[in-house]
């Protein structure tokens, strides 16, 4: 992902080993620009996107990252995190079921501040809890409660 900063007039866009590296070569690019090309992104193989989140962060990124694809990630990972402090009493080599952002940013290879908003927008689609409790920062669960008290 590439992020672009609101507060800069331009942004470094690295070569892209695909046909992409075509369509945006190496250049300095506004980040109006490049909000206007985004639509045609999608057009590429593998298609970009662009993604504005309730912080104002706007990123690039490709199908891997897309809400659906990262919200299944992320709750298989927690499926596994819960089924291995479940199979141990004193939990496995010292850890706890959930996962905190560090550990999702860790697992993804992204950064944590992207970590806490990708994680945040799967929170507002109802499917995982945050634990604000822990002392290690938040922690994150599968939300098991159905929305709509149903």
Do not use: C
Request: hydrophobic share 40%; aromatic share 6%.
């Amino acid at each position: 992902m590439v992020p672009l900063e609101p507060r800069s007039r331009h942004l470094y866009v690295p070569p892209l080993p695909s046909r992409l590296s075509l369509i945006i070569p190496k250049a300095l690019i506004s980040p109006t620009d490049l909000k206007l090309t985004a639509p045609f992104l999608s057009r590429a193989q593998p298609p970009i996107y662009l993604r504005t989140f309730r912080s104002g962060l706007t990123v690039l990124h490709t199908p891997h990252f897309r809400l659906p694809a990262f919200s299944a990630r992320l709750l298989e990972l927690l499926d596994v995190r819960q089924a291995l402090a479940a199979s141990s009493s004193e939990g496995w080599e010292g850890e706890r079921e959930g996962a905190t952002t560090l550990q999702v940013a860790q697992t993804e290879g992204i950064a944590l501040l992207l970590a806490r908003e990708m994680v945040e927008g799967v929170e507002e689609g109802g499917e995982v809890v945050r634990d604000e409790q822990g002392g290690e920062g938040v922690r994150w669960y599968r939300n098991y409660i159905p929305l709509g008290g149903g």
